[in-house]
T-cell receptor, first 113, second 115 residues
Framework: ETGVTQSPTHLIKTRGQQVTLRCSSQ?????VSWYQQALGQGPQFIFQ???????GRGNFPPRFSGLQFPNYSSELNVNALELDDSALYLC????????????FGPGTRLTVT | AQSVSQHNHHVILSEAASLELGCNYSYGGTVNLFWYVQYPGQHLQLLLK??????LVKGIKGFEAEFIKSKFSFNLRKPSVQWSDTAEYFC?????????????FGTGTRLTIIP
């Protein structure tokens, strides 16, 4: 059974640029959630995708957007990067949207300069 | 909206000492509760979870937690810690059966075990 994978591992971008982060869910999982973990903080929920549709969103601006593909892999896109977007971005997959354990990937470390 | 408080930001213990990390949540409805651990350089892993039933739940590596509904608490315990338990520990909660179970995390507790 393959776990959750994320790419790239690290990324350095300049303020104002756009970035795309990728996540492959664990085999059999149809739900992907994205979290932002700033240094010294707990992860914060960005949004969740279930069967290719957004299924809930946290307190993040519209420049944070996402996609889920038919194979349940997912992308997180961030436009007009700001310095405060520097963080570890975590992807988690689960079997469903309700009362299921979420399995986390290793994360993508984004640095915005 | 739910929230989670972890009052211990950094805990330092000697090997074989007993551990208790505090976690309190605020939410008026039914919750699912989790403890996750992040070892240095590794990804978040689930230690244990509570969905329903026996409020005392046992997890991996000898950890356990007790759900006390009246106190809105879900404290993590281990009777005898090891150096390998050095890690960041996060308590998290979801609103059960909501159909969009986002995890709401606490700010984490850094645990350092001295050999």
């Amino acid at each position: 059974e393959t776990g959750v994978t994320q790419s790239p591992t690290h990324l350095i971008k300049t303020r104002g640029q756009q970035v795309t982060l990728r996540c492959s869910s664990q085999s059999g999982h149809n739900t992907v959630s994205w979290y932002q973990q700033a240094l010294g903080q707990g992860p914060q929920f960005i949004f969740q995708y279930y069967r290719e549709e957004e299924n809930g969103r946290g307190n993040f601006p519209p420049r944070f957007s996402g996609l889920q593909f038919p194979n349940y892999s997912s992308e997180l896109n961030v436009n007009a990067l700001e310095l405060d977007d520097s963080a570890l971005y975590l992807c988690a997959s689960s079997l469903g949207t309700s009362s299921y354990e979420q399995y986390f990937g290793p994360g993508t470390r984004l640095t915005v300069t | 909206a739910q929230s989670v408080s972890q009052h211990n930001h950094h805990v330092i213990l000697s090997e074989a000492a007993s551990l208790e990390l505090g976690c309190n949540y605020s939410y008026g409805g039914t919750v699912n509760l989790f403890w996750y651990v992040q070892y240095p350089g590794q990804h978040l892993q689930l230690l244990l979870k509570y969905f329903s039933g026996d409020p005392l739940v046992k997890g991996i590596k000898g950890f356990e937690a007790e759900f006390i509904k009246s106190k809105f608490s879900f404290n993590l315990r281990k009777p005898s810690v090891q150096w390998s338990d050095t890690a960041e520990y996060f308590c998290a909660v979801t609103a059960a059966n909501f159909g969009n179970e986002k995890l709401t995390f606490g700010t984490g507790t850094r645990l350092t075990i001295i050999p």
